[in-house]
């Protein structure tokens, strides 16, 4: 299995009820019933007020690599992630467990 996280941050002066963020975040909670690599699928607001802290996160798991490559590829995925471009900067992980 593959575990794939990624943490969000905000662009400076957008709030989580900016019309975007709020698609973005509902495009990234209709991923799990899109794409059936996705074996683990969770997706939340931090909320910690540590100043480190990142904004959103995604947790997911998927069985290999393919599936991931798959996951990464797909067209739903694609489109959440360009919306989170405008407004949005991230880091990702990705581990075998």
Same mark, same amino acid.
């Given at each position: ?51 480190? %802290? ?6 997911? +798991?998927?069985?290999? %690599? ?14 959440? +992630? ?16």
């Amino acid at each position: 299995m593959i575990r794939h996280l990624v943490l969000f941050k905000l662009h400076d002066g957008v709030e989580r009820d900016d019309p975007r963020v709020v698609a973005g975040v509902k495009a990234f909670e209709e991923l799990e019933a899109l794409i059936p690599e996705l074996e683990c699928w969770e997706c939340a607001w931090n909320i910690s007020d540590r100043p480190i %802290a990142y904004d959103y996160a995604i947790n997911s +798991a998927v069985a290999d %690599a393919d599936a991931l490559q798959r996951y990464l590829q797909h067209p739903a995925h694609q489109a959440a +992630a360009e919306q989170w471009r405008e407004f949005a900067t991230w880091v990702i992980a990705d581990y075998e467990f």
